[in-house]
């Protein structure tokens, strides 16, 4: 069944959101790698799934893609990549036929041949008909994502579309639940699953009452788009991890000159990439909460433990499957190498003293409680009056830096000198932007 990855849809809204729509067609084409004639279908493309998601809305609540270009969507709630999963990445023979499939099996239970007979007689004519095989592959499909449950009983297998969720729910307890997962999608990482479960039940809920009596009780608001596009890989690569299995993918990273290249297919217009082929043993997925960012860290043959943004990866395929105890011992290596990382460093360890100084005052002590807060693994190893040493060891000072850059003049660092070095040549520089002329 085609369920394609949406690589270049995805990059193509990530380079959109970068840039605010100031690059022109052909620096939008060069920047993915793809050709203008590609960047037109692709426009089109996303046109087409925004004209579908909001084909049953009123015209005045309908949404413009081109309005969209414009970033009127930043004044939405709704993350980008929705779009795409809206799209349900089957062809339309595919998406015909599981409309009818679920259709039929919304009345009653059916067996194969039952939704075979369902398709020979509603498909229209131009497209093909499936066979037997096929109708089995889709019900395999649906009862995997938990669409159609298998009815209790031997062969013929009966099969029916799970929808107890909502239909054995009272009103008011599917109003809490459609809450209760709005807050959920809105402030958990990941979410993309949840805003398709709460659209899922905003509908249930519209069928029972009018849109205009439906208010909405809470609005989120998403300042990391990289992050919600790139929960499209997050659980192709949580499944593989969970399989032991090795993944294959085409990577770019964020300096590369293009961050996308189409597939080729036709040997007379092959070229080379910018690209990197990586064949990886996936270990760990770990989320940047500073930057909105997420990482893939697993093994490699030639470099051991390497790490990649997952907003460079595309043409994502699953490979062989890895001994458990062969497994086991990457994972374990992994493990000791990040012991001390502030995030994903697995550089030399190094220890770092710093000062942190109270707010003046009766005021709450906020920088203490944030230093406990986000400080990780790190203690407070001496206290006065008006100030206390932190001290915490670390793979690096690449990732520590910025957190502690962020307290401004509430914090002075102590140890390694370098570090302090480093700082008191920063704030020499800042200082220097504000001298009077």
Request: negative net charge; proline residues 4%.
């Amino acid at each position: 069944m085609a369920r394609e990855s949406f690589d270049k849809e995805i990059q193509f809204l990530r380079l959109l959101v970068l840039t605010s729509g100031a690059y022109s067609r052909g620096q939008f084409a060069k920047k993915l790698g793809i050709s203008i004639h590609t960047f037109d279908k692709t426009l089109k493309r996303l046109k087409e799934i925004v004209g579908t998601v909001h084909q049953q809305l009123p015209g005045e609540q309908g949404k413009e893609f081109a309005d969209m270009l414009r970033f009127n969507y930043y004044e939405s709630a709704d993350p980008v990549l929705l779009f795409l999963y809206r799209a349900k990445s089957l062809k339309e023979s595919e998406s015909r036929r599981l409309s009818l499939l679920l259709a039929a099996m919304r009345e009653q239970a059916c067996t194969a041949l039952e939704l075979l007979d369902v398709c020979s007689r509603s498909l229209p004519e131009e497209l093909a008909l499936p066979d037997e095989k096929t109708i089995r592959s889709d019900l395999k499909y649906l009862e995997e994502v938990g669409v159609v449950r298998k009815e209790p009983g031997g062969r013929p297998y009966r099969y029916r579309v799970e929808d107890g969720l909502v239909k054995d729910l009272t009103f008011e307890e599917l109003l809490d639940l459609y809450d209760f997962v709005d807050i959920m999608a809105g402030t958990q990482v990941p979410s993309v699953q949840g805003y398709l479960l709460r659209d899922s039940l905003k509908k249930a809920v519209a069928q029972q009452t009018s849109e205009r009596e439906l208010t909405e009780p809470f609005l989120y608001k998403y300042h990391y788009y990289s992050r919600i596009l790139d929960e499209a890989h997050l659980y192709t690569l949580l499944a593989l991890i969970r399989q032991r299995r090795r993944v294959r993918f085409l990577y770019f990273s964020p300096k590369a000159a293009e961050a996308y290249t189409s597939q080729n297919t036709n040997p007379l217009f092959e070229r080379d990439t910018e690209g990197q082929e990586i064949d990886l043993l996936p270990l760990k997925i770990i989320y940047d909460h500073q930057y909105g960012r997420w990482y893939l860290i697993g093994h490699t043959a030639r470099k051991g433990i390497t790490k990649f943004r997952m907003e460079g990866l595309t043409q994502i395929e699953a490979g062989a499957e890895v001994d458990e105890a062969f497994y086991a011992e990457r994972l374990e290596s992994l493990e000791q190498k990040m012991k001390y990382s502030w995030l994903v460093d697995t550089g030399e360890p190094v220890t770092v003293r710093a000062r942190f100084f109270n707010p003046d005052g009766n005021q709450p002590n906020f920088i203490k409680e944030r230093v406990l807060l986000q400080g990780q693994w790190g203690t407070i190893v001496a206290e006065e009056e008006d100030s206390f040493i932190y001290e915490i060891t670390v793979n690096g000072l690449t990732e520590i830096k910025p957190w502690l850059r962020s307290f401004g003049s509430s914090c002075e660092v102590l140890e390694p000198r370098r570090l302090r070095k480093e700082f008191i040549a920063e704030w020499k520089e800042i200082a220097a932007y504000y001298e009077s002329v």
